[in-house]
């Protein structure tokens, strides 16, 4: 916000958002608005519950769509319209000639030069008003010669030092020029009583940046506009909106912000948009009052017309520092520090699903009856978080903790409810996220957040891109640079990339990750731990392969403290003692999945702890068969078709005792895979939220964006 009085002195007004006094301009019908203009609008109410999920159907990510555009509309960073705002500092009187000459140089390229020579009278500090013009502009401009110049009596810094380290650490990209040593100067302009200042301050800028040297004013404006043509090489031609990408340490400093938290399925940036600034009753009332009063302004004395102005920019101003504090937590780290964090406003399971449970759930698509009696069998669980508290989950993001004592239950729940208490959280201090939630009230990190990669995972897989009626096949190497030239195409004014995105893979590679799955589970059991928990939905693809979370941390002979119907064992069932072997019954209901087969054989039902929708019992298969469909043509030939079936069929044992060891499952199921006997690809949809985002070191980049609204 850059407030400044109107000429005739009788209003402020922004001049980041209106061109002139809009005040007195409306008096006379010449209101004209900058052409950077913050149009806010609330978020639209029809967009599903879901907007914030990255992996989301058609329907819920068009609505995503819709409020990104809407949240688009309040970037100030159009592109088309608004030109390329440089801030140009240095000491004044002795430089006032080259200053002329790299400030016409900046307007004679179509950008927009900050200079302190053009800034209006204003009763504000004059330290802070140039500090304030610093981190509204896209790059820095420094020319240095023989002089500090005026001290801040505050911090002991020169003005031109406390606008370098403001664009320093808001990270503007930084252009330094320096006066050649070697050419006659002024004495009356060398200020020896600074000298060792300003030769720490060259230092440090010299350790920074590249520093390029003038001679004369022509030189300067030479150099400047070379400097400037060469930021950005790439971003000429860019004739659409663009998102702002801030640093974290915005994120207590604007209550919308967009940071980048990872990256995504597609190795494009993954930046995660936060809106937390309010439309009130009161400040709709404000507004309408304000609208009235300015009617009577004709009339009304122009103190008070002042002393209005002045309370609705304070009120303003409070309440975006206090919206840009809301969601700051204190977290207890794992370390056991203290570090502040943004925590979302929606949890893990709602931002986020796990890919891997889309590639299972794929794999059996082509056959109905499968994934219909699975979903049918069961429809709700239950979570015990303590005796007589007892709520509703999704079955297919919960374990079901059955109640043995307070803290075993409580125990369960802070584990085990897959993404109800977890939310992402975002330093504030540095680049990195975590998986957090609440524990006796307070918050607490669970564990590092893992952003998912697809391509790392399957790079023998290809994207499958569809836009204007054409269909395009990228590898994954190419993807991202194949992206940015088809958003070059069709990106619009608002910065939106309008393309499906899905990825195909081999059922041969799923197996393949199946049998990582099982090594990163040896490297849980050589530490005497029992998952417990293990589905699809617990397994993360990370940039280093798979990785199994949230589990029970069980022991032999223990009992489960919980289970998720379809994938638990039946001892977890039955709440007997689980083994090691515990865990290889899930890995074979995943590779049954996978394959596309049907369970059949002898089912029985075992009763439950009552539960409160009446539902406390449940089907169980006593060693199943393992049925496949003659037109089933997952399996290449018949003779290995026996081979699957014996091998998964021991992993669903009814006894634990009976089921193959981890290493011998491991050892099964690389003599499967070495057979190739696997056909057929399996294709995923893909978030599609693309928009083009602005960093600011300049650059422009086409990034995925996960909504927290």
């Not at 911090?155 to 380290?165: G, P, R």
């Not at 978030?687 to 650059?699: M, N």
Request: charged share 25%; proline share 4%.
């Amino acid at each position: 916000m850059s407030m400044i009085r109107c000429k005739d002195g009788l209003h402020f007004y922004d001049s980041e958002k209106h061109l002139t006094c809009p005040y007195c301009a409306k008096k006379t019908g010449n209101y004209t608005e900058a052409s950077g203009t913050t149009v806010r609008v609330g978020i639209e109410n029809e967009h599903n519950e879901n907007t914030g999920n990255s992996y989301i159907d058609n329907k819920t990510k068009l609505n995503s769509l819709k409020s990104l555009k809407t949240i688009l509309i309040e970037s100030k960073l159009s592109s088309k319209g608004k030109r390329f705002k440089i801030f140009l500092s240095s000491t004044y009187e002795d430089l006032r000639e080259y200053r002329d000459a790299a400030f016409n140089a900046i307007h004679s390229i179509g950008y927009y030069c900050e200079d302190m020579k053009n800034w209006p009278a204003y009763n504000q500090n004059g330290i802070i008003f140039s500090i304030e013009k610093v981190s509204q502009c896209d790059v820095f401009i420094l020319i240095l010669a023989h002089r500090y110049g005026s001290i801040d009596p505050k911090t002991h810094c020169s003005i031109v030092e406390l606008e370098y380290n403001k664009a320093k650490d808001l990270k503007i990209p930084i252009l330094a020029f320096f006066l050649d040593e070697n050419i006659p100067w002024p004495p009356k302009y060398i200020e020896w009583s600074n000298k060792e200042k300003l030769n720490n301050l060259k230092k440090s800028i010299t350790a920074d940046t590249v520093i390029k040297f003038f001679k004369s004013p022509y030189d300067l404006a030479a150099k400047v506009t070379q400097s400037l043509v060469l930021l950005k090489p790439d971003n000429s031609d860019i004739k659409f909106s663009t998102i702002k990408v801030d640093p974290n340490s915005n994120l207590t400093q604007k209550p919308d912000i967009v940071v980048k938290i990872g990256s995504s399925l597609e190795e494009t940036d993954l930046l995660f948009l936060v809106k937390r600034s309010k439309n009130n009753y009161i400040e709709n009332k404000l507004k309408l009052i304000s609208q009235e009063f300015y009617k009577l302004k004709d009339i009304i004395p122009n103190d008070l017309n002042l002393l209005f102005d002045s309370f609705l920019q304070t009120k303003a101003q409070n309440d975006y520092i206090a919206d840009a504090k809301d969601r700051i937590e204190d977290v207890r780290m794992l370390d056991n520090t203290i570090k502040k964090l943004y925590i979302s406003k929606n949890t893990l399971m709602k931002l986020f699903n796990s890919t891997f449970s889309i590639i299972v759930k794929e794999c059996t698509n082509n056959n109905e009856n499968i994934s219909n009696n699975r979903i049918d069998t069961v429809t709700d669980i239950y979570d015990i978080a303590s005796p007589g508290a007892i709520r509703t989950m999704d079955m297919r993001f919960s374990s079901l903790p059955i109640e043995k004592t307070i803290e075993e239950a409580n125990e369960a729940y802070f584990f085990s409810v897959g993404g109800k208490n977890r939310f992402l959280g975002v330093s504030i201090s540095d680049d990195r996220v975590y998986s957090v939630g609440l524990k006796d009230g307070s918050w607490v990190e669970w564990r590092p957040f893992f952003a998912e990669s697809i391509t790392k995972n399957f790079p023998k897989g290809c994207f499958i891109v569809k836009y204007n009626d054409k269909t395009q096949i990228i590898k994954p190497k190419r993807f991202s640079k194949t992206l940015t030239k088809i958003a070059k195409k069709l990106l619009g004014e608002d910065g939106i990339l309008e393309i499906d995105v899905s990825f195909s893979m081999s059922r041969q590679e799923i197996a393949e990750l199946v049998l990582k799955i099982a090594h990163n589970l040896h490297s849980i059991h050589t530490k005497n731990i029992i998952h417990g928990d293990i589905k699809p939905e617990n397994v993360i693809l990370t940039p280093n392969g798979p990785l199994l979370i949230d589990s029970f941390n069980l022991k032999s002979d223990d009992i489960s403290p919980g289970w998720t119907p379809y994938w638990a064992a039946p001892e977890q069932f039955l709440q007997d003692k689980i083994s090691f072997k515990t865990d290889i019954y899930p890995l074979g209901k995943i590779l049954t999945e996978i394959i596309n087969a049907h369970l059949v054989g002898e089912v029985k039902k075992f009763k439950t702890p009552p539960l409160p929708n009446g539902i406390n019992e449940y089907d169980l298969f006593i060693n199943p068969t393992i049925y496949i469909d003659q037109e089933n043509k997952v399996i290449r030939n018949q003779k290995f078709v026996n081979k699957w079936i014996s091998f998964i069929k021991n992993c669903l044992a009814f006894e634990m005792n009976k089921r193959p060891s981890l290493n011998q499952f491991c050892e099964g199921l690389h003599e499967l895979i070495l057979l190739k006997s696997l056909s057929g690809d399996i294709k995923i949809q893909l978030p599609s939220s693309y928009c083009a985002s602005k960093y600011i070191d300049g650059r422009v980049k086409i990034s995925q964006v996960v909504l927290d609204i």
